[in-house]
């Protein structure tokens, strides 16, 4: 049952990620799950069978269908062995995601989503040059400025800082940085979350956003002003104490959060829906998201690996690609 498209929007791609890891499990178990979105693999064939899914070789993104999982061959060579990661797979690995990003360029893909990569096995194997997936789409894309926002329907953030270790975050973060990780976001909850205004909530850098000073003066020195100038275009507020930014009640007063380094940011979207986060890139040209997960080697080829959030991945991806064509038509239409 071959789909060209489905109201218009071309099926999304998704690339096999590292095989050796629970990649392929997951991409199988969500095939079933998503039932209204047509997307393609790219991958190996051979690392997408016995998982009891049927499967069909296509030649294009356009013969997507929802009946199997349909697979787009990229050489990716040798067997998937589970907890093994192969060298010799690395290189494969990394054009598939290259490739992915040229369909999506080109609008055969609605969209991308991303199976988790394993960054040692692509630096042993590819001498593969970048922190992880954000990094590596953001070059591919000429250099945008992007921004990682992890999602879950409770819960929207994005760590300023990302890839970097507690003790350099402080220099990192500049005024520069903040702005940009700001206006991205902003412009992402309209274009793609379809939030017209959108408010923005900025967390501290330090315990209780410095308490005037007395617990660090980053807050003081420039964040609470960096902020207050943004706050009437961006809709942003804060600085806030990050420990009382994310109870329930709290959550119902923004749209998405700023975080200022990665554990501020990730810890309490992994507590609130630790199998059902998603992983976003806002900023690029393009729809991307993944699972908020790595490969689980410890569990892959035991068939235990949760498909929740490479479903909301799935889902996320074909919602944003959806709230991105209306938005085209409504430009269009208004001119």
Not at 215 to 241: F, H, K, Q, S, Y
Not at 265 to 281: E, H, Q, R, S
Request: aromatic residues 4%.
């Amino acid at each position: 049952m071959p789909s060209l498209s489905v109201d218009g929007l071309a099926p999304l791609v998704v690339t096999c990620g590292e095989p050796a890891g629970i990649g392929p499990e997951v991409v199988a178990k969500a095939r079933a799950l998503v039932p209204d979105v047509p997307f393609v693999v790219l991958g190996n064939p051979d690392h997408f069978a016995g998982f009891g899914v049927a499967t069909r070789i296509v030649a294009s993104v356009a013969e997507a269908g929802t009946d199997a999982i349909c697979i787009l061959p990229h050489d990716i060579p040798g067997p998937a062995r589970p907890g093994r990661p192969d060298p010799a797979q690395a290189a494969g690995v990394i054009s598939a995601i290259a490739r992915a990003v040229d369909l999506a360029k080109a609008g055969e893909a609605g969209g991308i989503v991303t199976a988790p990569i394993h960054k040692k096995a692509l630096k042993d194997g590819a001498a593969f040059a970048y922190p992880g997936h954000t990094e590596y789409l953001a070059a591919l894309a000429g250099g945008a400025e992007v921004v990682m926002m992890l999602a879950c329907p409770e819960l929207r953030v994005v760590p300023a800082t990302i890839h970097v270790a507690l003790v350099d975050v402080p220099a990192c973060l500049t005024p520069d940085l903040l702005e940009t990780v700001l206006r991205v976001t902003h412009a992402g909850l309209r274009r793609d979350f379809g939030i017209e205004r959108p408010r923005i909530a900025v967390a501290g850098l330090n315990p209780h956003a410095g308490e005037g000073g007395t617990m660090g003066r980053e807050e003081t020195d420039w964040i609470a002003a960096l902020v207050a100038r943004l706050a009437p275009e961006l809709g942003c507020v804060g600085p806030l104490p990050a420990d009382t930014m994310f109870h329930a009640g709290a959550r119902t007063t923004y749209d998405a959060a700023v975080a200022m380094y990665h554990d501020q940011a990730l810890i309490p979207i992994k507590t609130i829906d630790f199998a059902g986060g998603v992983n976003v890139t806002l900023g690029l040209p393009f729809i991307r998201t993944s699972p908020d997960h790595g490969t689980a080697f410890d569990i892959a080829g035991s068939g235990r690996a949760d498909p929740t959030s490479m479903v909301a991945a799935l889902r996320m991806a074909w919602d944003m690609a959806e709230r991105r064509q209306e938005r085209l038509s409504h430009e269009a239409a208004s001119q």
